[in-house]
């Protein structure tokens, strides 16, 4: 999908200096046409595949049975969200004041005014840190836990040698069950056009395969004409030609099978069940369905593309989704990247969305009982520099150094802040943590064994864990 490479400002000085015909051949033949649904391959054939799980849930851990991972694409500011520094000269604190949450010694942003009373269910890490200031590769390590196949560059696109996202890892080993994805992506697959490699690696299969690409939902589910693409029929297909079609199918393996035993054919046929069976799942259909929300639970989300995926990840988790990843749209405004009018985009953009959603999600989960069970996430690639740049609209630049991320939910003990900053936000004080080893915790949470490893396609096995998760966050 091409996506114009229009922004209101797009200034990223990173990216300038990191660049650099028989009749068996005809019944053996795919026929994913005839279902209308060649979207859905990758997700049926994960379903089929399933999963082992080589030692789930014996060595301590979290609670975790799902998490919704709220990736915020571009890498929010730590001084003006969650570890602001009231104390530090005018040209690093800002224009935020700090307001007052229920855990003692917790402040954050000013502009946080939904989210702040809910801190107590809320894990603050404030010693994130890398050296990696480049968007693309940093999503990666972050993403799956591991560094990617060329670290510190804006200029290598996703491949099948990167480490699977963290999502596809999980459905390999929890896969889902009643007909749902193991794992869903949306509104896109985080890209960003001033970067050469375009979009970010490791948010797919990798070295898994195509078969644990998460199911993309793509579009903005806020509007009303929006539906779910992978599970609309192919124009003209109707549920009648469908089930037409279906008859047809199952005409041909009746000749296939007359041909003897051929796996690839089996595996073939199980997977244009499971499309026809997910085309025609009320059950299904229902989970994607926001249409069955109250108009006062859309508004506490937020009628936007945001707050209305999050929305939607809350349904899909609740009906059975293991793993559901929201990446900050597409805005064509530099997304969470504010190396110039850093402050006004927090206040009128970025922050009012990301507070709503994520105060309404965690009010629901706890509500309805699934938080204990649910790890939520929220955290960017990197942070922003101290140094106000006053020449660039007051923004900041990159600034992988220390930054902030959040977890709730799953087993996570609330109102924690586990690390700390220097007196700017620089550099971390105590306990640094690594991307490597907040992927690790992710792990921790839904008590995935250290020991865990699984096999690439040739076989060869790879460790989960590349780091060490907090142990100090559960209880």
Known sequence: MS??????????????????????????????????????????????????????????????????????????????????????????????????????????????????????????????????????SSAHTLLTGHLPPVNKSDAEPPSERDTPHLGAMMSRLRPATGGLPPFITMPWLALHPAAPGGRAPGQHGGWLGRSYDPLLLEGDPSRPDWKVPALALSEGVTAGRLENRHRLLEVIELQQR?????????????????????????????????????????????RNIHGQCVLLARRLVEHGVPFVSVNWHQDRRNFWDTHGNNFNRLRDDLIPPADRALAALLTDLDVRGLLDETLVVWVGEFGRRPQIDKNNQAGRDHHPFCYSGLLAGGGVRGGAIYGRSDALASRPAENPVSPHDFAATILHAHSVDPSTTLPDRTGRPHHLYSGRPIVDLFG
């Open 258 to 302: 007359s041909l003897g035993e051929n796996p690839i054919v089996a595996d073939v046929g199980g997977q244009q069940q499971q499309a026809f069976g997910l085309l025609t799942s009320p059950s299904v259909r229902q989970a994607f369905d926001l249409d069955q929300e109250s108009n006062e639970d859309r508004d506490r989300y937020g």
């Open 3 to 136: 996506l114009p490479i229009r922004f209101d400002r797009l200034n990223c000085p990173e990216f300038s200096r990191l660049s650099g015909c028989s009749r068996r051949s005809v019944l053996s033949a795919g026929t994913w046409g005839l279902l209308g649904a060649s979207g859905l391959a990758p997700y049926v054939r994960s379903l089929q595949a399933g999963g082992v799980s080589p030692v789930l849930g014996g060595s301590g851990g979290g609670r975790a049975k799902r998490c919704i991972f709220l990736f915020m694409w571009g890498g929010p500011s730590q001084l003006d969200t969650f570890d602001m520094k009231p104390g530090a000269p005018a040209e690093v604190r800002g224009e935020f004041a700090p307001i007052a949450t229920p855990v003692p010694g917790l402040q954050i942003c000013e502009h946080f005014q939904q989210l702040a009373p809910l801190m107590d269910k809320v894990a603050v890490v404030r010693s994130l840190t890398h050296d990696d200031p480049a968007h693309l």
